[in-house]
């Protein structure tokens, strides 16, 4: 089983290395904001900061790259 210090290791390589030129490439940022347990806490920035269609992007992009990352038991939200 892995440590939630490389649970959050893994995250963060994922965020600076995939995900936020991802986002970049669209106008867009993410920020990791937080991990509290298996709860990942994520903002929007740029073009994507209240877009509606953001739930989209989290189940279908963000949340699916975590999981594959760190755990199926993870969760992910947006916050403002």
């Known amino acids: 089983m892995i440590t939630s210090t ?3 290791e893994r995250i963060e390589t994922l965020f600076r290395e995939v995900l936020s ?3 970049a490439a669209d ?3 993410i920020e990791l904001v937080d991990v509290r347990d ?3 806490l994520v903002r929007f ?3 994507y900061r209240g877009c509606p269609s953001n739930s989209y ?3 279908g992009v963000v949340a699916p790259a975590l999981r594959a ?3 199926a038991t993870v969760r992910v939200e947006l916050v403002a």
């Open 6 to 8: 490389e649970v959050r």
């Open 21 to 23: 030129p991802l986002f």
């Open 27 to 29: 106008g867009a940022s």
């Open 38 to 40: 298996q709860v990942i």
């Open 45 to 47: 920035g740029g073009s």
């Open 57 to 59: 992007t989290i189940d």
């Open 69 to 71: 990352a760190v755990g």
